[in-house]
Nanobody, 123 residues
Framework: VQLQASGGGSVQAGGSLRLSCAAS????????MVWFRQAPGEEREFVAA????????YSSDSLKGRFTISRDDAESTVYLHMNNLKPEDAAVYYC?????????????????WGLGTQVTVSS
């Protein structure tokens, strides 16, 4: 499966963005989908995951209540809804897929990655 993230941009603190991850080359329903992010000089950080069925989601504790993951298999797209953005949320956001792992927070567990999309948050 090939993945392409989009929707990043520059927002002021308190603003919202919706990131999209478009999948091609395979049925999205075969994969657990996740979002990671990576700030300059930092390791890639787990953000959120959604199960194949879409019935289960898992988010980083520090982001719960502000970030929500969803999926639309008919559109082969996964979304990350980000609200009340803070300057520390600025990073490159990546989507990834796994056919074997559920909500692993280890980036090494994912072999399908999209190019990232940059999110900048100004104070």
């Amino acid at each position: 499966v090939q993945l392409q993230a989009s929707g990043g941009g520059s927002v002021q603190a308190g603003g919202s963005l919706r990131l999209s991850c478009a999948a091609s080359g395979g049925p999205l329903s075969s994969y657990t989908m996740v979002w990671f992010r990576q700030a300059p000089g930092e390791e890639r950080e787990f953000v959120a995951a959604i199960s194949r069925s879409g019935e289960s989601t898992y988010s980083s504790d520090s982001l719960k209540g502000r970030f929500t993951i969803s999926r639309d298999d008919a559109e082969s797209t996964v979304y990350l809804h980000m609200n009340n953005l803070k300057p520390e949320d600025a990073a490159v956001y990546y989507c990834a897929a796994s056919s074997t792992k559920w909500a692993s927070i280890a980036s090494a567990d994912y072999i399908h990655w999209g190019l990232g999309t940059q999110v900048t948050v100004s104070s």
